[in-house]
């Protein structure tokens, strides 16, 4: 790990999915134990034209990606968030948007969302490209182990 990386913070890319939220389940208990920092993120941006009929009207997207992140924190935790969580929100794609903030983290988390349109491929396109790029380790969660840890 090279200096530039907080060895106390663990970054989760958080979309909704059961995998996500999953994988931050697992972030934060691999984190206790270490005293590490979790911190949920969120990305967001303005469809294209081509993407959505509502594009250029006024729907909230910033607030349909918090209304989704607030969620799967209740998901996954409850009322009862973890005292090392933190929230954040971050307008982009997600695929840059993940591997720039992984260079200040020590851990990346996050789910796989399924195989999208190539069933062959055991990663979604997110979390392989964050496992090709990013500037820490990444933990690719499945939400088949959900409940791995929980007894």
Request: hydrophobic share 50%.
């Given at each position: 790990?090279?200096?530039n990386h907080k060895a106390d913070t663990?970054?989760?890319?958080?979309d909704g999915s059961v995998s996500?939220?999953?994988?931050?389940?697992?972030?934060?208990?691999?984190?206790?134990?270490?005293?590490?920092q979790?911190?949920?993120l969120t990305c967001w941006?303005?469809?294209?034209?081509?993407?959505?009929?509502?594009?250029?009207?006024?729907?909230?997207?910033?607030?349909a990606a918090q209304k989704i992140l607030d969620a799967a924190i209740e998901s996954a935790f409850g009322l009862d968030w973890p005292g090392n969580l933190t929230t954040h929100l971050l307008q982009g794609s997600a695929r840059p948007a993940l591997i720039e903030a992984s260079r200040d983290a020590a851990l990346l988390v996050l789910g796989?969302?399924?195989f999208g349109g190539f069933r062959g491929l055991l990663m979604g396109s997110v979390s392989s490209a964050c496992?090709?790029?990013?500037?820490?380790?990444?933990?690719?969660?499945?939400?088949?182990?959900?409940?791995?840890?929980?007894?």
């Open positions: 790990m090279s200096a663990f970054v989760v890319g958080v996500s939220i999953e994988a931050l389940r697992q972030a934060v208990w691999l984190a206790k134990p270490l005293g590490a979790v911190e949920a941006n303005f469809p294209s034209v081509y993407e959505a009929p509502y594009a250029l009207g006024t729907f909230d997207f910033e607030g796989r969302r399924g496992t090709a790029h990013a500037h820490c380790p990444v933990l690719v969660v499945h939400a088949s182990d959900a409940g791995a840890h929980d007894a």
